[in-house]
């Protein structure tokens, strides 16, 4: 049991353990291997270094130590352990022997099927290996009898066989002399038959023989034969090939056969350049009449297919051609290859660039980025056969210089697409008048504008992309995989565009007179909306919806969201400000025009309100409604709660008595300026052009303190008798019943009305006030 239960400590004990015995070495072994199985299995480190950690490893009791006695141990249990324990201690045993039992019966049938395995396998070798031998043994007697007979014939054969190998190269000669004998009449039937490349293969396998023995008359008659025979053949290679009626390969081989037979080099490769250029010019005239403006010219992918199967496919068979026969040449040969490719590449690029200028007004990227891609991919060939004439380099730059044409093309595009958004606006808004019907709101207006212009930029977008589509050649190209996207697409196209319409609305905001006179006052309110729009999440949406599609990898600074969005809030602001402007213009000509055309100093007494006064209400209220569609409310001061029936307060109060009081007496004029200048020092300044926020109430209080305060000059301006004093104050309560709910504060109309009111009977002879009670019935009667 204790055999089974420690099978740890006797694997490191056996027949090559150390002589001193098991009280010295053998136990540190084992405790060294003890300690890195507890290292494996992550115990601490001091048990992991094979020191002992709990028991004595040398305790009898131990039933994992290695001096384990069973009498020790079951004395042991006896004394110190109940019964209960004892019978626990009797199970857990049982239980692992009878586990380990287990294992070592597993074990042992797991071995004996591999020892049988084994013996069976040996068992095969065996007999395999004793068929092997007696196979070897007779292989090596029929070797050796081989041998032996091979050794005879061999010792038989001697003197034959080396009067067959004289024979022999006595035979081999003679059928060169033959061959020698027959070259005349062989060249002379291959040119007859047109088989020059056999008759240049004769000429030279017996080139060197003839030339070294030409002493001997036989071999000197053949060889000025053989001669006389080459020459012709030369002169109708020649001629074959300046007639230039075949293509390119036949070409070549004419002018390989000429080399072959010694023909000088340099003059070869002149002529070998002017035919092969007068074959592409061919080609070239043949582009040149199809951009001719009589014949209808063909689309631009099919001109690139013939050009690039013409002129491109034939330059590459020239220059391919050229240097293997002329490679003997060197750099001067390459040279001279290089400046004819450049020269009539650059006359195919022109025609290229000419053809292309034509798609410049089409819309369709498509067919033109398929077109760049066939020409760019054909001059991949010549361009690696002649890097030094840089085709590659020209295609490339052309290719760039479409795409910044596309771009430009696309921005002006952009730029025609957003005028023509306004000038539908402009006629939406002139129809309902004209027709005398209800048109779209100004909120439609806005949606319809911004999804076509949102619209019109995506499109945009789809059609440069194909540009930077994988499958295009040129794709992989460092401008547009960085600049072309960054500066381009992103800087110049989009950034460009809403520069541009930011610039195109701030135009409208001119000075009366000029364009913005004739501006619609809600196509500004229009295009501040839209400008706010821009600023508030469009410039946004824009930029990182370009960005994902064109993945920028340009270090060239961009310019940022803030930047764009800061000048379009900037040109929200100045619309707005200026549709405050123009419409505060419009009310305040119909009240100067009703100020100055009127006689006030022989006015009747006033028995209602004036029109004029009724129209600016209206107008006014217009305007709210047309504000509101595009502008949230705002925020108002709190209001007192009889703002809607003050009864002029402000100007029959005991306050506004005691100023016109000394008025009334012709005594005291001078105290009465010098009471109304004093009250101005206390009062509030108005700020009539303060800057306008985006909201409702804003606007109108803006455009109602430009009306009120043109209407306090003008009324400065004029002298009033008392009835006409009487009725600027029924027009200014009438004003005062109904503006004071469109502004922020309505402090801000009592004051200038108040002033107004003020003026008017500074400037009258006999200021005497209407009563209010009266003031109310006119004004509700009106």
């Given at each position: 049991?204790?055999?089974?239960?420690?099978?740890?400590?006797?694997?490191?004990?056996?027949?090559?353990?150390?002589?001193?015995?098991?009280?010295?070495?053998?136990?540190?072994?084992?405790?060294?291997?003890?300690?890195?199985?507890?290292?494996?299995?992550?115990?601490?480190?001091?048990?992991?270094?094979?020191?002992?950690?709990?028991?004595?490893?040398?305790?009898?009791?131990?039933?994992?130590?290695?001096?384990?006695?069973?009498?020790?141990?079951?004395?042991?249990?006896?004394?110190?352990?109940?019964?209960?324990?004892?019978?626990?201690?009797?199970?857990?045993?049982?239980?692992?022997?009878?586990?380990?039992?287990?294992?070592?019966?597993?074990?042992?049938?797991?071995?004996?099927?591999?020892?049988?395995?084994?013996?069976?396998?040996?068992?095969?070798?065996?007999?395999?290996?004793?068929?092997?031998?007696?196979?070897?043994?007779?292989?090596?007697?029929?070797?050796?009898?081989?041998?032996?007979?091979?050794?005879?014939?061999?010792?038989?054969?001697?003197?034959?066989?080396?009067?067959?190998?004289?024979?022999?190269?006595?035979?081999?000669?003679?059928?060169?002399?033959?061959?020698?004998?027959?070259?005349?009449?062989?060249?002379?039937?291959?040119?007859?038959?047109?088989?020059?490349?056999?008759?240049?293969?004769?000429?030279?396998?017996?080139?060197?023989?003839?030339?070294?023995?030409?002493?001997?008359?036989?071999?000197?008659?053949?060889?000025?034969?053989?001669?006389?025979?080459?020459?012709?053949?030369?002169?109708?290679?020649?001629?074959?090939?300046?007639?230039?009626?075949?293509?390119?390969?036949?070409?070549?081989?004419?002018?390989?056969?000429?080399?072959?037979?010694?023909?000088?080099?340099?003059?070869?490769?002149?002529?070998?350049?002017?035919?092969?250029?007068?074959?592409?010019?061919?080609?070239?005239?043949?582009?040149?009449?199809?951009?001719?403006?009589?014949?209808?010219?063909?689309?631009?992918?099919?001109?690139?297919?013939?050009?690039?199967?013409?002129?491109?496919?034939?330059?590459?068979?020239?220059?391919?051609?050229?240097?293997?026969?002329?490679?003997?040449?060197?750099?001067?040969?390459?040279?001279?290859?290089?400046?004819?490719?450049?020269?009539?590449?650059?006359?195919?690029?022109?025609?290229?660039?000419?053809?292309?200028?034509?798609?410049?007004?089409?819309?369709?990227?498509?067919?033109?980025?398929?077109?760049?891609?066939?020409?760019?991919?054909?001059?991949?060939?010549?361009?690696?056969?002649?890097?030094?004439?840089?085709?590659?380099?020209?295609?490339?730059?052309?290719?760039?210089?479409?795409?910044?044409?596309?771009?430009?093309?696309?921005?002006?595009?952009?730029k025609a697409a957003f005028l023509g958004c306004l000038t539908d606006v402009r006629q939406a808004l002139a129809a309902p008048r004209l027709a005398g019907k209800e048109g779209p709101s100004l909120a439609e207006l806005l949606a319809n504008v911004a999804s076509s212009i949102l619209s019109h930029i995506k499109a945009s977008l789809a059609a440069v992309h194909l540009f930077t589509a994988k499958e295009v050649s040129f794709s992989n190209k460092s401008y547009f995989r960085g600049e072309f996207c960054s500066q381009g697409v992103r800087e110049g196209l989009i950034v460009g565009f809403i520069r541009s319409m930011c610039q195109t609305a701030q135009s409208f905001c001119d000075s009366p007179g000029e364009k913005g006179g004739a501006?619609?006052?809600?196509?500004?309110?229009?295009?501040?909306?839209?400008?706010?729009?821009?600023?508030?999440?469009?410039?946004?949406?824009?930029?990182?919806?370009?960005?994902?599609?064109?993945?920028?990898?340009?270090?060239?600074?961009?310019?940022?969201?803030?930047?764009?969005?800061?000048?379009?809030?900037?040109?929200?602001?100045?619309?707005?400000?200026?549709?405050?402007?123009?419409?505060?213009?419009?009310?305040?000509?119909?009240?100067?025009?009703?100020?100055?055309?009127?006689?006030?100093?022989?006015?009747?007494?006033?028995?209602?309100?004036?029109?004029?006064?009724?129209?600016?209400?209206?107008?006014?209220?217009?305007?709210?409604?047309?504000?509101?569609?595009?502008?949230?409310?705002?925020?108002?001061?709190?209001?007192?709660?009889?703002?809607?029936?003050?009864?002029?307060?402000?100007?029959?109060?005991?306050?506004?008595?005691?100023?016109?009081?000394?008025?009334?007496?012709?005594?005291?004029?001078?105290?009465?300026?010098?009471?109304?200048?004093?009250?101005?020092?206390?009062?509030?300044?108005?700020?009539?052009?303060?800057?306008?926020?985006?909201?409702?109430?804003?606007?109108?209080?803006?455009?109602?303190?430009?009306?009120?305060?043109?209407?306090?000059?003008?009324?400065?301006?004029?002298?009033?008798?008392?009835?006409?004093?009487?009725?600027?104050?029924?027009?200014?309560?009438?004003?005062?019943?109904?503006?004071?709910?469109?502004?922020?504060?309505?402090?801000?109309?009592?004051?200038?009305?108040?002033?107004?009111?003020?003026?008017?009977?500074?400037?009258?002879?006999?200021?005497?006030?209407?009563?209010?009670?009266?003031?109310?019935?006119?004004?509700?009667?009106?």
């Amino acid at each position: 049991m204790a055999a089974a239960a420690a099978p740890g400590p006797g694997l490191g004990s056996g027949p090559g353990d150390s002589p001193e015995g098991p009280e010295t070495e053998a136990p540190e072994r084992r405790r060294k291997a003890h300690g890195m199985l507890k290292l494996y299995y992550g115990l601490s480190e001091g048990e992991a270094a094979g020191y002992p950690a709990g028991p004595d490893p040398l305790d009898p009791t131990d039933l994992n130590g290695a001096h384990f006695d069973p009498e020790v141990y079951l004395d042991k249990l006896r004394r110190e352990c109940p019964l209960a324990q004892l019978m626990d201690s009797e199970t857990d045993m049982v239980r692992q022997i009878r586990a380990l039992d287990s294992d070592m019966q597993t074990l042992v049938y797991e071995n004996y099927n591999k020892f049988i395995s084994a013996t069976d396998t040996i068992r095969k070798m065996k007999n395999d290996f004793r068929k092997m031998e007696d196979e070897m043994d007779r292989l090596a007697t029929n070797m050796a009898v081989i041998t032996n007979f091979s050794a005879r014939i061999s010792a038989t054969l001697q003197d034959r066989h080396e009067r067959i190998t004289k024979l022999a190269g006595v035979h081999a000669l003679l059928r060169k002399l033959q061959f020698l004998f027959e070259l005349p009449s062989r060249l002379t039937k291959c040119v007859e038959l047109g088989a020059y490349g056999q008759a240049v293969r004769y000429q030279s396998r017996a080139r060197a023989v003839l030339q070294q023995y030409q002493h001997l008359p036989s071999f000197r008659a053949i060889q000025d034969d053989c001669q006389v025979i080459t020459a012709g053949l030369a002169q109708q290679l020649r001629q074959r090939f300046r007639e230039g009626g075949s293509g390119a390969p036949e070409q070549a081989e004419c002018v390989e056969l000429l080399l072959a037979l010694g023909e000088p080099a340099e003059e070869l490769c002149q002529e070998f350049l002017a035919h092969a250029r007068g074959r592409l010019e061919e080609e070239l005239s043949s582009l040149e009449t199809d951009l001719g403006p009589s014949p209808p010219a063909p689309d631009v992918l099919e001109f690139t297919d013939r050009g690039g199967n013409g002129f491109v496919g034939g330059l590459c068979q020239v220059a391919a051609a050229y240097q293997e026969l002329f490679a003997a040449q060197g750099p001067a040969g390459a040279e001279k290859l290089a400046v004819f490719a450049r020269e009539l590449g650059g006359r195919y690029f022109a025609l290229v660039e000419r053809r292309l200028a034509q798609e410049q007004g089409g819309s369709d990227n498509s067919l033109l980025v398929r077109a760049l891609d066939r020409f760019h991919r054909r001059l991949r060939a010549p361009g690696a056969l002649l890097a030094t004439a840089g085709l590659s380099e020209a295609s490339t730059e052309i290719v760039e210089r479409v795409a910044r044409e596309r771009l430009g093309h696309h921005l002006q595009g952009l730029k025609a697409a957003f005028l023509g958004c306004l000038t539908d606006v402009r006629q939406a808004l002139a129809a309902p008048r004209l027709a005398g019907k209800e048109g779209p709101s100004l909120a439609e207006l806005l949606a319809n504008v911004a999804s076509s212009i949102l619209s019109h930029i995506k499109a945009s977008l789809a059609a440069v992309h194909l540009f930077t589509a994988k499958e295009v050649s040129f794709s992989n190209k460092s401008y547009f995989r960085g600049e072309f996207c960054s500066q381009g697409v992103r800087e110049g196209l989009i950034v460009g565009f809403i520069r541009s319409m930011c610039q195109t609305a701030q135009s409208f905001c001119d000075s009366p007179g000029e364009k913005g006179g004739a501006t619609p006052p809600a196509l500004l309110l229009l295009l501040s909306r839209l400008c706010l729009d821009y600023e508030t999440a469009t410039i946004s949406y824009i930029l990182t919806l370009t960005d994902e599609q064109f993945l920028v990898q340009d270090p060239s600074p961009v310019t940022p969201v803030s930047t764009l969005c800061a000048e379009a809030r900037e040109t929200a602001r100045k619309l707005l400000t200026h549709y405050v402007k123009v419409q505060g213009l419009v009310i305040s000509q119909m009240l100067r025009k009703s100020v100055e055309t009127r006689d006030w100093l022989s006015t009747l007494e006033p028995r209602n309100v004036r029109a004029v006064m009724k129209r600016v209400v209206e107008d006014t209220t217009a305007i709210d409604v047309q504000v509101g569609l595009l502008y949230e409310e705002g925020v108002r001061k709190a209001q007192s709660s009889d703002s809607s029936k003050r009864t002029f307060s402000v100007y029959s109060s005991s306050r506004q008595q005691g100023r016109y009081a000394p008025s009334y007496t012709p005594s005291a004029p001078m105290d009465t300026n010098l009471l109304s200048n004093i009250q101005k020092l206390f009062s509030e300044r108005i700020d009539v052009f303060s800057p306008v926020e985006f909201n409702k109430v804003s606007v109108l209080t803006g455009i109602i303190k430009i009306s009120l305060k043109t209407l306090l000059e003008c009324v400065r301006l004029r002298t009033f008798g008392r009835f006409g004093l009487q009725q600027v104050q029924v027009d200014c309560h009438f004003l005062q019943l109904y503006l004071w709910r469109f502004v922020a504060d309505e402090e801000l109309v009592h004051l200038l009305l108040d002033e107004v009111v003020a003026s008017a009977a500074l400037r009258c002879p006999d200021p005497v006030p209407m009563e209010p009670s009266v003031v109310e019935v006119i004004c509700e009667r009106g």
